[in-house]
């Protein structure tokens, strides 16, 4: 555990959040900033900065994450409509809580934001 890291203290139940799946390892939550009506975050137990800290014997924690975003998109139900999950990294990456965490957005027609990227 990190001292004040928010999503450390979420993961000990220090600060409060809706937990929406939790399990040895890893924790789910709603973002308290919602960019999607499914927004959710995925988060690692375990105070791992960010995804450029992960250690070649934590590649299946990665795994886990992600697989744990596909249960949930299929929890809230937007699997068929389909979903976006997202880890930012670093400043330049966009990353503003440094405890890695996998983004789950979906329930709407989001933009397409590698395209915009290119200036489409
Ligand atoms: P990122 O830019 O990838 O670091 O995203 C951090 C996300 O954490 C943002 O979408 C915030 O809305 C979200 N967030 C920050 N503080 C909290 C909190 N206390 N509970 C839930 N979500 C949070
Ligand atoms: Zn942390």
């Known amino acids: ?3 004040d890291c928010i999503f450390c203290r979420i993961v000990n139940k220090e600060s409060a ?3 929406v799946y939790e399990d040895e ?3 789910a ?3 308290i900033y919602p960019a999607a009506p499914v927004h959710l975050l995925i988060v690692p137990r375990k105070h791992i900065p960010t995804l450029a800290d992960v ?7 990665l795994g886990r994450l992600i697989s744990v975003a596909n249960d949930l998109a299929r929890a809230y139900k937007v699997d068929r409509s389909g979903y976006r999950v997202v880890i930012n990294c ?3 990456g966009g990353q503003l809580v440094y405890h890695l965490h996998v983004h789950l957005l979906g329930g ?3 933009s397409h934001a590698i395209a915009e990227g290119r200036g489409a």
């Not at 250690?55 to 924690?61: F, I, K, Q, V």
């Open 55 to 61: 250690e070649a014997g934590e590649t299946m924690l």
């Open 1 to 3: 555990m990190a001292e």
């Open 29 to 31: 939550f709603k973002d």
């Open 108 to 110: 709407k027609e989001l």
């Open 25 to 27: 390892e890893i924790v």
């Open 90 to 92: 670093g400043k330049e």
């Open 17 to 19: 959040a809706e937990i």
